[in-house]
């Protein structure tokens, strides 16, 4: 095999985490992304479960394991194990409750203090299947993404609506990213490391991405 073929095939592996508060809807968006499936009667998660989900960038296999632990006050004593070493991250909030809303900017600052190595972040609003009930408006959501420099999407894990695009999004952008910018840092690459994430060169490609920021329900 030459080096060439050898390159193509290097696996990349993401550590992304779902974060934001009960109810949202964080597992059945994993559940839905990861097996094609909904649960209508999906109870709290209790700890921390994770999926890994493989989708092929430019000919080279990328690998996403995508974490996610309940919003509940009283897991959070997980929270330094679940952001370490997280590299993307999606910030889910319920379209229909708009405290879930407020709580975003709270999450933000708990991904910042436990994760220095985030590179893509995703604010998403989830249930827009509930539009007819709708207390965050498109625009509120846009603004706030914009404010915190995030990519912004609606989704509804029920109908499958720009749920796979969301996390496709994320991994593009954590794969577009990570080469140019993590793997200058030792101490960056051995973070990750130990914390099961995996990097390798991803050249000095610039993104073929060519995507809106915002995207969200009709």
């Known amino acids: 095999m030459d080096s060439s073929d050898e390159?193509?095939?290097?696996?990349?592996?993401?550590?992304?985490?779902?974060?934001?508060?009960?109810?949202?809807?964080?597992?059945?968006?994993?559940?839905?992304?990861a097996k094609n499936e909904f649960n209508m009667h999906s109870k709290s998660t209790i700890g921390v479960e994770f999926q890994t989900q493989t989708m092929e960038i430019d000919g080279k296999e990328v690998k996403a394991q995508i974490w996610d632990t309940?919003?509940?006050?009283?897991?959070?004593?997980?929270?330094?194990?679940?952001?370490?070493?997280?590299?993307?991250?999606?910030?889910?909030?319920?379209?229909?409750?708009?405290?879930?809303?407020?709580?975003?900017?709270?999450?933000?600052?708990?991904?910042?203090t436990h994760s220095d190595t985030t590179v893509a972040r995703m604010l998403v609003g989830n249930k827009c299947d509930l539009n007819n009930i709708r207390a965050v408006s498109i625009e509120d959501g846009k603004n706030l993404a914009?404010?915190?420099?995030?990519?912004?999407?609606?989704?509804?894990?029920?109908?499958?609506?720009?749920?796979?695009?969301?996390?496709?999004?994320?991994i593009r952008e954590i794969y577009n990213n990570v080469g140019r910018k993590a793997l200058n840092s030792d101490s960056y690459k051995a973070e990750l490391s130990v914390n099961r994430v995996t990097l390798t060169n991803a050249g000095d490609d610039e993104s073929k991405q060519n995507q809106s920021k915002y995207s969200c329900c009709s």
């Open 7 to 33: 390159e193509s095939d290097q696996e990349y592996l993401f550590k992304v985490v779902i974060i934001g508060d009960s109810a949202v809807g964080k597992s059945n968006l994993l559940t839905r992304y």
């Open 146 to 170: 914009e404010k915190e420099g995030l990519f912004f999407m609606e989704t509804s894990a029920l109908d499958s609506t720009n749920v796979k695009t969301a996390f496709e999004m994320v």
């Open 70 to 112: 309940a919003g509940q006050e009283r897991f959070r004593a997980v929270t330094s194990a679940y952001y370490r070493g997280a590299v993307g991250a999606l910030v889910v909030y319920d379209i229909s409750r708009s405290t879930t809303f407020e709580s975003v900017t709270r999450w933000l600052e708990e991904l910042k």
